[in-house]
């Protein structure tokens, strides 16, 4: 693998959680929703399309086991995901916990209003649990 | 394969183009943005990780081979892939070609505005491109 650099603005918006075989696990600083992201660890990619065969394959297991611990953890109504990048071109999937009434349901939540930090030591609890619900 | 009978909001807004291996692949009646949309002929899922892993493999591989294909027969700056489902349960992919200035650029489409109908000939002329681009 060549080096692989994180674009300025999913560093600022959002914390590592893991490290997974393709991608960062990373949460957004945003405490509206339960709001994930993947991003593959591979410079110069834009669209899903744009990768390896084995690394598309990689990215959905690591989408779906993510988007599964999210739902565990969350009791969600829905997992929404989505791979945009009209904004930051290098390649990230969100996966977002929706829950019936929250923030702009039953819309999208891109574009939407302004992020809420977290309180610190929910953060902290919330990327824990979903470290143990990936683990288990 | 047991039955599969589609959600009848997604059949009233989209047409059939094509039925691949997984999924039945169809064109949203809104001509702002080029808007395709992937079924999998599955009943009773609504997550992509309810899929079997194989239905999981392959729906990843038909998004990408109709996200190519989009791509090159629209020129667009980026393709939008999401899977969102929180208004229409049954699982469905949005794959969608986005160009700068298009409506609500950079946003998202869902949610936004009312639909705009193709001139029939106009949409008949884009799906014919399609299946050409998806069969070369």
Same mark, same amino acid.
């Given at each position: ?8 603005? %999913? ?5 590592? +959680?893991? @490290?997974?075989? %393709? ?5 957004? /600083? ?5 709001? =994930?992201?993947? $991003? ?7 669209? $899903? ?8 394959? !990689?990215? @959905?297991? &690591? @989408? ?5 611990? %999210? /739902? /565990? +953890?969350?009791?969600? @109504?829905?997992?929404? $995901?989505?791979? !945009? ?5 290098? =390649?990230?999937?969100? $996966? ?34 979903? +470290? &143990?619900?990936?683990?288990?």
């Amino acid at each position: 693998m060549s080096g692989f650099g994180l674009d300025q603005r %999913l560093a600022r918006d959002s914390e590592l +959680v893991a @490290t997974l075989d %393709l991608c960062q696990l990373r949460l957004l /600083k945003d405490s509206r929703w339960p709001w =994930l992201m993947l $991003v593959p660890q591979r410079d110069g990619m834009s669209e $899903v399309f744009d990768l390896q065969p084995l690394d598309q394959a !990689l990215l @959905t297991f &690591e @989408t779906n086991m993510v988007g599964s611990a %999210l /739902k /565990k +953890v969350t009791g969600a @109504t829905k997992i929404n $995901v989505g791979a !945009l990048g009209n904004i930051v071109r290098q =390649l990230h999937v969100h $996966v977002v916990a929706r829950s019936e009434g929250d923030p702009n349901w039953p819309g999208p939540i891109w574009g939407f209003g302004q992020a809420a930090p977290y309180e610190p030591s929910r953060q902290q609890e919330f990327m824990t649990q979903l +470290v &143990e619900a990936l683990s288990s």
